[in-house]
């Protein structure tokens, strides 16, 4: 079955940085575009960013410039590089692949904490 299990996570000093890994495993990873989403207390889960099968990236505007998305396709593996951390980044990252309209699935999350 489709397994997503991300890694990485900790906590971090404002301006610090951290590398988030999603393992993939259950379908053909190449063959999808990938996506992290976060979800910090109180709030719903957003898009973070993503990247295709090409490996074309888009980013959210407040992480511009801050994180990188990247995928290894000969490890099933998509990646979340975070530069200059903010308070304000504290959430649980998820890993998500979309299968059609009305189909996909999450990983469990990993719990990113910025603070000092």
């Known amino acids: 079955q489709v397994q997503l299990v991300e890694s990485g996570g900790g906590s971090v000093r404002p301006g610090g940085s951290l590398r988030l890994s999603c393992a993939a495993s259950?379908?053909?990873?190449?063959?999808?575009?990938m996506y992290w989403y976060r979800q910090a207390p109180g709030k719903g889960r957003e898009l973070v960013a993503s990247?295709?099968?090409?490996?074309?990236?888009n980013y959210a505007d407040s992480m511009k410039g801050r994180f990188t998305i990247s995928r290894d396709n000969a490890k099933n593996t998509v990646y979340l590089q975070m530069t200059s951390l903010k308070p304000e980044d504290t959430a649980v990252y998820y890993c998500?692949?979309?299968?059609?309209?009305?189909?996909?699935?999450w990983g469990q999350g990993t719990q990113v904490t910025v603070s000092s």
């Open positions: 998500y692949v979309r299968f059609g309209i009305l189909s996909g699935s």
């Open positions: 259950g379908f053909t990873f190449s063959n999808y575009a």
């Open positions: 990247i295709s099968t090409a490996g074309s990236t």
